[in-house]
């Protein structure tokens, strides 16, 4: 299979899920990254509307490909607390299955910097991360982790998460613009290392060349090499998504929906 074109649910987070299901359709996308947001799949979302969504996806012939929920950050919390954020995603796995979704993000949590982290903040998130891959992998589920500030930040870092956690039904939502904002290795030499954990890929552009941290662009404004990323995916037969992230914020010169179609035909014109 090719690689597919899926779009984050939060670059319209202010529509219903219903209308931005829509919305995506129209455009082309043939995915759709459902966020974890008050206004499209809190945990606590009635069952009615979940059957509504998966209603909606199979007749606009769209998959949802991933659940991006905000459980987690099990690295600083108590247990207690921990506890809490595992009975949230025993809730979203009921979603997953209903919506035919077969990945769910979790946060490991931590310092912004993994270097910063504490033995403890290794070995808590791993312990809890263990326990959601334990109770998906029954499921047939599996479990994801970004690149994002915390103990998933950097190349070394993720990897050796999921060295600790060792379980098979862990991967990689593989952010290279979260990577390059963070440090040195984003590119093909983060996927060489990543290989086969590569699960899913979230795109939104960056740019620090100034030293600034500049993230809300259009993709092909800022300076991560996207082109040389899409080619090392289709050379190495990823089969997965390009999920379009991008952080520009909608104003009267460009909607929402003008930035969900901007990033839809630049994928597209990288995967050409």
Same mark, same amino acid.
């Given at each position: 299979?090719?690689?597919?074109?899926?779009?984050?649910?939060?670059?319209? &987070?202010?529509?219903?899920?219903?209308?931005?299901?829509?919305?995506?359709?129209?455009?082309?996308?043939?995915?759709?990254?459902?966020?974890?947001?008050?206004?499209?799949?809190?945990? #606590? =979302?009635?069952?009615?509307?979940? &059957?509504?969504?998966?209603?909606?996806?199979?007749?606009?012939?769209?998959?949802? =490909?991933?659940?991006? *929920?905000?459980?987690?950050?099990?690295?600083?919390?108590?247990?207690?607390?921990?506890?809490?954020?595992?009975?949230?995603?025993?809730?979203?796995? #009921?979603?997953?299955?209903?919506?035919?979704?077969?990945?769910?993000? =979790?946060?490991?949590?931590?310092?912004?910097?993994?270097? &910063?982290?504490?033995?403890?903040?290794?070995?808590?998130?791993?312990?809890?991360?263990?326990?959601?891959?334990?109770?998906?992998?029954?499921?047939?589920?599996?479990?994801?982790?970004?690149?994002?500030?915390?103990?998933?930040?950097?190349?070394?870092?993720?990897?050796?998460?999921?060295?600790? =956690?060792?379980?098979?039904?862990?991967?990689?939502?593989?952010?290279?613009?979260?990577?390059?904002?963070?440090?040195?290795?984003?590119?093909?030499?983060?996927?060489?290392?990543?290989?086969?954990?590569?699960?899913?890929?979230?795109?939104? #552009?960056?740019?620090?060349? *100034?030293?600034?941290?500049?993230?809300?662009?259009?993709?092909?404004?800022?300076?991560?090499?996207?082109?040389?990323?899409?080619?090392?995916?289709?050379?190495?037969?990823?089969?997965?998504?390009?999920?379009?992230?991008?952080?520009?914020?909608?104003?009267?010169?460009?909607?929402?929906?003008?930035?969900?179609?901007?990033?839809? #035909?630049?994928?597209?014109?990288?995967?050409?």
């Amino acid at each position: 299979m090719a690689i597919q074109i899926a779009l984050c649910s939060k670059i319209l &987070q202010d529509y219903d899920l219903a209308e931005a299901i829509q919305i995506a359709a129209s455009i082309g996308y043939q995915g759709m990254e459902i966020f974890g947001t008050a206004n499209h799949l809190p945990e #606590d =979302v009635k069952d009615g509307k979940v &059957q509504e969504t998966a209603k909606l996806l199979s007749n606009a012939g769209m998959e949802a =490909v991933t659940l991006c *929920t905000y459980v987690g950050r099990f690295a600083e919390r108590s247990d207690e607390q921990c506890q809490q954020e595992i009975e949230a995603f025993k809730r979203y796995m #009921d979603i997953a299955d209903a919506l035919r979704c077969n990945l769910i993000r =979790v946060i490991p949590g931590g310092p912004n910097d993994p270097i &910063q982290a504490r033995d403890d903040h290794w070995y808590r998130s791993a312990h809890y991360i263990s326990q959601c891959c334990d109770l998906a992998l029954g499921r047939e589920l599996g479990v994801i982790i970004e690149n994002n500030w915390g103990l998933s930040a950097t190349v070394d870092s993720t990897l050796e998460l999921i060295y600790l =956690v060792d379980r098979p039904n862990l991967g990689i939502n593989y952010d290279p613009g979260n990577l390059y904002r963070m440090g040195k290795y984003y590119a093909i030499e983060a996927l060489e290392r990543f290989g086969h954990l590569v699960w899913n890929v979230q795109v939104k #552009d960056a740019d620090k060349r *100034t030293g600034e941290d500049i993230y809300q662009l259009l993709l092909g404004e800022g300076d991560v090499d996207y082109q040389s990323i899409v080619n090392w995916l289709q050379e190495s037969e990823y089969d997965g998504y390009l999920s379009a992230e991008c952080h520009r914020e909608p104003d009267e010169q460009m909607s929402a929906v003008d930035i969900a179609r901007h990033e839809y #035909d630049a994928l597209r014109s990288l995967l050409t």
